[in-house]
């Protein structure tokens, strides 16, 4: 555990406020969502119990022992996704809330064991090898898979557990009836979610579309089991007490959980350790991989002990934090109190929720995890990127998350090393490589004008930029000076450039030049200047009057536009 910091007080307070009301309506939604498979009239309040317990714990604990100080951790899409799937599962089995709550608590529990381990042997650094096509089809698939479950109780209807009964079944069950009253309410959450910012972005518009959309429901007479219902208030106990375990097989339950709780602890390692990369971004910090996973898994083993759902990282409600003013451990400490304060005493306010207008939050949520960007633009990458995309895209969706995942690495790297050995064995045409060994690497620097030399900042870049070498990629296109008036970016040993190598050099670019600076770029070999002109980084962001062949041709630029 690290020393709280109390040097931010008045920022980490609002920041946690500010990201504990964020979290209220996700914890309630996915907690709900994480239950829909349970064929039970307590299912929706036993499921809004979980998440906010689960929000709770994870985020006060992996707050207080983690490794990234201004995260903020609770469920989230993919992990509420997993969640659902093994107790949907158990459901259907055993017809057990017992056998369901315990087969939770103990994957859980696995999930915070194996999280632990994980930060233990230093398994953190690994993440960053994971390809930007494998995420981008992997959260596009949970993405489409939480908008197709929410379908049905946005109609008022119970949804099927399996993806493709979702699919196959919706035309029959809606033919037999929906609640028109439901949709209404659902498609007004929508609404206010996606409008309400243009009012104001001072109240985060989840917030405000719960609120108000819960509070005409009271005025129209919705009807009551359509709605969350009571929710046990008072401090979290441990998942076993009160629990009818008589005739429960615990053989099968524990090793139901297991595997899921690998799944869960792989997964929320990713999705947390990417979310810690966002908030280093943000806040100019570098957060302790290992360290967050240790913390992570401490606050997910509690969250099982009492019963909540497993989480990690969110990256909205970490980025509303900062945005907030929280720097430090205290503001996702804050941020738990704050959802304990419901679990302690508004418990009776939630129960009027309707279970439409948390089906309308998480198709927003869902819609906002569906990478478009990635979609857009399959025609325009190498043909490899695509293939990986669209089948962990597929995979996910229909088959299983840590398959897709497993597959996804597989081809992706099969198909890196494939391209790697053609740009060896092939090589460049006689120009080309006349043009490429025109210079040195890092010759004529001293020909840029002692007058201007001040203004200018030279990057270095030293071999291909694809999903393995982003991280360091990163750090280095962070070292530009904030001051700089001209970066200039030396190509000629950047050989290969991939998708994530692409999106990694769009977003250096944009972020140099919104600190005012103008960028050149020299000596762009082949297969980068491919890339960069099919997804128009150049022109769009580097004029191609601002590229050159070689530093000399660069140099003369800057001595015919710069006055000396």
């Known amino acids: 555990m690290r020393f709280i910091d109390t040097s931010n007080i008045k920022g980490d307070l609002f920041g946690g406020i500010t990201a504990g009301v964020v979290a209220l309506p996700l914890a309630l939604a996915f907690g709900i969502q994480a239950f829909g498979g349970v064929d039970d009239p307590s299912a929706a309040s036993v499921g809004a119990l979980a998440g906010l317990v689960g929000a709770t714990m994870l985020g006060f604990f992996a707050s207080m022992f983690g490794g990234t100080p201004s995260q903020i951790s609770g469920p989230t899409g993919p992990m509420t996704v997993i969640t659902a799937s093994l107790i949907s599962g158990i459901w259907a089995s055993q017809q057990s809330m017992s056998a369901v709550l315990i087969s939770m608590s103990l994957a859980g529990l696995f999930c915070g064991l194996f999280q632990i381990l994980f930060g233990v042997i230093k398994i953190g650094k690994y993440v960053r090898y994971i390809p930007y096509p494998v995420l981008s089809g992997f959260m596009s698939g949970i993405g489409v898979i939480i908008i197709l479950q929410q379908l049905y109780p946005l109609v008022g209807l119970k949804s099927p557990v399996l993806v493709l009964d979702m699919v196959t079944q919706l035309p029959e069950r809606i033919s037999g009836g929906i609640s028109l009253m439901a949709l209404a309410l659902g ?15 001072k109240v985060p518009s989840t917030l405000a579309a719960l609120v108000a959309v819960t509070v005409v429901s009271l005025l129209i007479g919705f009807p009551e089991y359509l709605t969350i219902g009571d929710i046990p208030s008072g401090l979290p106990k441990p998942v076993l007490a009160g629990l009818d375990l008589q005739g429960l097989d615990w053989g099968k339950l524990l090793e139901a959980s297991i595997v899921p709780g690998l799944t869960l602890a792989g997964l929320g390692s990713i999705d947390t350790l990417l979310t810690s990369v966002v908030a280093d971004n943000i806040t100019k910090t570098r957060h302790d991989s290992n360290r967050e996973l240790v913390g992570q898994g401490i606050g997910n083993m509690l969250a099982g002990v009492f019963g909540g759902i497993a989480g990690a990282g969110a990256t909205m409600r970490t980025v509303v934090n900062v945005k907030s003013g929280g720097r430090s451990q205290l503001s996702g400490m804050v941020h738990s109190v704050m959802l304990l304060a419901v679990l302690l005493g508004l418990g009776g306010l939630v129960k009027y929720v309707p279970l439409s207008v948390l089906a309308g939050i998480l198709i927003s949520v869902g819609i906002g995890i569906i990478d478009f960007k990635g979609f857009k633009d399959l025609l325009r990458i190498p043909r490899a990127d695509s293939f990986v995309l669209i089948s962990v895209f597929l995979l996910t969706v229909f088959v299983d998350l840590l398959t897709a995942v497993g597959i996804g690495m597989v081809i992706a790297c099969v198909l890196f090393m494939k391209r790697a050995s053609d740009l060896v064995e092939g090589g460049y045409s006689s120009q080309e490589m006349t043009n490429l060994d025109a210079e040195s690497p890092w010759d004529h620097e001293d020909l840029v004008p002692d007058t201007v030399a001040h203004k200018i900042y030279i990057q270095r870049l030293n071999g291909p930029i694809f999903f393995g070498t982003i991280t360091g990629f990163q750090q280095v296109m962070g070292n530009v000076p904030s001051d700089a008036k001209i970066v200039i970016i030396r190509m000629k040993r950047v050989s290969f ?68």
């Open 187 to 201: 498609l007004g959450t929508i609404a206010v979610i996606y409008l309400f910012p243009l009012l104001t972005k």
């Open 497 to 564: 450039m991939d998708q994530s190598g692409l999106y990694a050099m769009e977003t250096a670019i944009k972020d140099i030049q919104a600190n005012g600076a103008k960028v050149l770029m020299t000596m762009i070999q082949p297969q980068p200047l491919y890339m960069l002109q099919t997804m128009n980084v150049i022109p769009a962001l580097v004029p191609e009057h601002l590229t050159f062949s070689t530093f000399e041709e660069c140099t003369s630029y800057l001595r015919g536009t710069l006055k000396e």
